[in-house]
């Protein structure tokens, strides 16, 4: 499907930085974030954090 060729491409956009920067990982509901994980776990990046669906934040504070 298309969102499964953007999250690929984004994986191999992502798999390009270095190993040791932290990553935090969201999309809408969870599920392409939490598969985008396990990916990026097995190309060999270990800080990085799932935060999420989107559809589940109630309170957002966004400060530019």
Known sequence: STSSQIMRDRIMKIAS????KHIILYCRSGRR??????????????NISDAGGMMSVQNVTIIK
């Open 17 to 20: 930085l270095p190993k040791d």
């Open 33 to 46: 974030s939490a598969i985008a994980l396990e990916k990026l776990k097995t190309l060999g990046f270990r």
